[in-house]
Antibody, heavy 122, light 108 residues
Framework: EVQLLESGGNLVQPGGSLRLSCAASGFTFSSYVMTWVRQAPGMGLEWVSTILSSGDSTHYADSVKGRFTISRDNSKNMLFLQMNNLRDEDTAVYYC???????????????WGQGTVVTVSS | DIQMTQSPSTLSASVGDRVTITCRASQTINRWLAWYQQKPGKAPKLLMYAASTLQSGVPSRFSGSGFGTEFSLTISSLQPDDFATYYCQQYNDHAGSTFGQGTKLEIK
């Protein structure tokens, strides 16, 4: 079964850091572009960051650029999101998502994790 | 950045109704549009991709159409399981995807 499982969410103070992880299984992880999407309480979906299959190219939303870093370890089928200098407005459920097709750039997201909750508050 | 505008924000309907949700892109995205369904406390579920291609396992009462900047999702006969929030997403911009603000489909 194709599965994504996020972890690492927590309560953190403004200015703090957190590292989210996403464990992938059931597919050839190294062949797929991966993405983080977040959803603030009661709000819609917001694309956060995308990393290409090899890990050598990354993209970020303006709202997180310079503070968040996406990375992956293809040998361990893991996706990461390092979040620094966290702000109140980063409070959200963070989902990892898999591109629908391998070997392409720019696809719909066919598999999502269950999400991990990040709360930024003093 | 490409902006996505969905309408309506909220839609009240009854079981058996035919409903349509629209999504407009701020610039052409060809057919690179997806639709997702999300229920409270759950992750989004892919319904439709490439504007009009039904994802495997999704009931045929769901259909999509459009190209360029105007798109729509239609549910031909609402079932109780369909009451949820729906999002469109453009993936034409390889440097960053964007979602519409969502349409909450409520029971009338």
């Amino acid at each position: 079964e194709v599965q994504l499982l996020e972890s690492g969410g927590n309560l953190v103070q403004p200015g703090g850091s957190l590292r989210l992880s996403c464990a992938a299984s059931g597919f050839t992880f190294s062949s797929y572009v991966m993405t983080w999407v977040r959803q603030a309480p009661g709000m819609g979906l917001e694309w956060v960051s995308t990393i290409l299959s090899s890990g050598d190219s990354t993209h970020y939303a303006d709202s997180v650029k310079g503070r968040f870093t996406i990375s992956r370890d293809n040998s361990k089928n893991m996706l990461f999101l390092q979040m620094n200098n966290l702000r109140d407005e980063d409070t959200a459920v963070y989902y990892c998502a898999k591109d629908q097709y391998s070997g392409t750039i720019g696809d719909a997201f066919d598999i999502w994790g269950q999400g991990t909750v990040v709360t930024v508050s003093s | 950045d490409i902006q996505m505008t969905q309408s309506p924000s909220t839609l009240s309907a009854s079981v058996g109704d035919r409903v349509t949700i629209t999504c407009r892109a701020s610039q052409t995205i060809n057919r690179w549009l997806a639709w997702y369904q999300q229920k409270p406390g759950k992750a989004p579920k892919l319904l439709m991709y490439a504007a009009s291609t039904l994802q495997s396992g999704v009931p045929s009462r769901f259909s999509g159409s459009g190209f360029g900047t105007e798109f729509s999702l239609t549910i031909s006969s609402l079932q109780p399981d369909d009451f949820a929030t729906y999002y469109c997403q453009q993936y034409n911009d390889h440097a960053g995807s964007t979602f519409g603000q969502g349409t909450k489909l409520e029971i009338k």
